[in-house]
């Protein structure tokens, strides 16, 4: 972190709400922070010997950073991949922290640590989407990464 106020900007994502639960009416939607959080505890438990944990972890923590300037972009927003790309990685210069790598790492799905964490990324949202379930939604759409569990 270049500064504390970056590191206070970042902590913004605690406030973040998922875009994705709100559209299909959870009350009260987890934040991208702890949605964060919920990958790196998935992380924790499930990360194979083979893979880097402190990679997947960062992977986890860092991946949608950028989310606390752009928002949580979802596929029903209308925004082209390549221009959330370019939004996100604007948002993360701008925000002085360093996660350009681990951005970069994330996006281009090359490295094993970080197409586990794209499927913790969809597991978590799955088992997120089976809690909310007992608000009596249906959040089938959400849950497509459980087939594959």
């Given at each position: 972190m270049e500064s504390k106020e970056a590191l206070i900007e970042a902590l913004g994502l605690k406030q973040v709400v998922r875009a994705g639960w709100v559209r299909a009416g959870v009350k009260q939607p987890e934040s991208v922070a702890a949605h964060?959080?919920?990958?790196?505890?998935l992380a924790t438990q499930l990360c194979p010997e083979h893979l880097n944990l402190q990679?997947?972890?960062e992977l986890c923590i860092l991946h949608d950073v950028a989310e606390v300037i752009v928002g949580d972009i979802t596929?029903?927003?209308g925004i082209a991949p390549a221009e959330k790309h370019r939004l996100e990685?604007?948002?993360?210069?701008?925000?002085g922290i360093v996660a350009e790598d681990i951005f970069a790492e994330y996006e281009q799905q090359e490295t094993e640590e970080s197409k586990f964490v794209r499927y913790l990324d969809k597991l978590d949202m799955a088992l997120q989407a089976e809690?909310?379930?007992?608000?009596g939604l249906d959040l089938s759409e959400f849950k497509k990464a459980l087939e594959k569990w």
């Open positions: 964060s959080w919920g990958m790196a505890m990679r997947v972890l596929p029903h927003d990685l604007e948002a993360i210069q701008k925000m809690i909310y379930e007992g608000q």
